[in-house]
């Protein structure tokens, strides 16, 4: 095998993050073992440890532009599996406080194309055709029901992990073992049982909570939009909704609230929180349509980043990767995209080590600034909308008040200037990087709109 760095590559956890991981260590280890602790079956199915999973999932443009990178056929596969498309600017609405939108704010009032389309899925599917492309690759196998309970330390470097394997197996060797385990990661316990630091965290307190259900489509309904927000600017709108159009001609709604206004669970809460939003239109349309699901609830509390950046030393042989670093509120749809743009960076120092002669000697250390770039912009993207609200806590950046009214002015642009509009779009997206808001001639435009 060309560009070889090692025989053997396990990934704890199976889901996108892992899956993903997969795919760029099968380029450089002759196989690649995927251990997920659930059960997973051969169908678009939710993870049970991934709680989650039943909420509505948005797959930004950064995101999906690595996924087709590593997989050339991920699109029409999405397609072929029944995700909905829908273009960018066009396919989106928010209602507003005072009326329809076509930006998150209201300074776009009309429909724009933005030059890009959007899918809209269930989690499950979005993972069911990542799981088939990777598992296409012959030297990648998947084992589900496969719990880790610690790292294998020997000889000043990680040698492989112990687990419950369902062959009766409770070891596996590897040359490098990737912890892509989500949220809940143990690599800050099995760090410290090994004599290693942890790292340190930044936390957010945004206590969010979300409620959603699935409704079959009216046959009556025939408006073009395919997503719908249901939002207002805070920090007098903490409660919200989001619906799309997935597969099978089903609406997937989210009710979300923050600091204890909480959707319900019963279906009479459930509606009448949708009734007591900002506008009617939600409720209207759900009030007749036929439920299709359970309501399903999803507390998170926190947004975590953990710096494994500042970390000095760091055994061999091991890495982290996904929301085990960076666990963001959900109601911005960046965590997926920011473990695939994190994989991405992977894929990249991974070809430059094969290329080279250091090969996995000091790989996390010098991976772990690469993704501390990476998820920089999801993580101030969330942060400073979260701190428009006072009841989130934790430390704000001394620049939040100055960001604010930049962001502002900037926003104000979008509606006067389509190029302006597709900019900021596509940094959401995770498209193009954060600090191209702030370049020329862009600033001066915007402070010019601050001095007016």
Known sequence: MENRLGQHAIVIGGSLAGLMTARVLADHFDKVTILERDEIDDNPAI?????????LHALLLGGQQVMSSLYPDFTNGMDRLGAVR?????????????????????????????????????????????????LELTNVSFESGCPVQSLIYEDARVQGVRCSRPDGGDYLSADLVVDAGGRGSRAPR???NIGFGVPEETTIGVDFAYSSTKFRIPDSYDEPEKLLVFNGPPPDHPKGAFMEEIEDRTWHLTLFGRFGEYPPTDEDGFYAFAQALHTPKLY???????????????????????????????PEGFLVLGDAISSFNPVYGQGMSSAAMQVKALQQLLTERAAGSDGLDGLAMAFFPKAAE?????????????????QTKGERPPDARESRHYFGALFGLTGEDMEVYKLVAEVFQLAKPLSALREEPLRSRVE???RS
């Not at 759900?286 to 030393?313: C, G, M, N, Q, W």
Request: glycine letters at 6%.
């Open 374 to 390: 990476v998820v920089a912009a999801p993580w101030t993207l969330a942060a400073n909308a979260d701190f428009a609200y006072p």
């Open 86 to 134: 829908f273009r960018a600017g066009i396919g989106a609405a928010f209602y507003l406080p005072d009326g329809k939108a076509y930006s998150v704010l209201g300074s776009v009032r009309h429909p724009y194309d933005l030059g890009f389309d959007i899918f809209c899925q269930s989690r499950g599917l979005l993972e069911h055709c990542v799981r088939q492309c990777t």
């Open 47 to 55: 993870h049970k440890s991934i709680p989650q999973g039943n909420h």
């Open 190 to 192: 099995w760090l410290r």
């Open 448 to 450: 010019a709109r601050l």
């Open 284 to 314: 209207d349309l759900i009030k007749d349509a036929e439920r299709v699901a359970e309501i399903v609830h999803f507390r998170f509390p926190t947004s975590v980043l953990r710096h494994y950046e500042h970390l000095t030393a760091f």
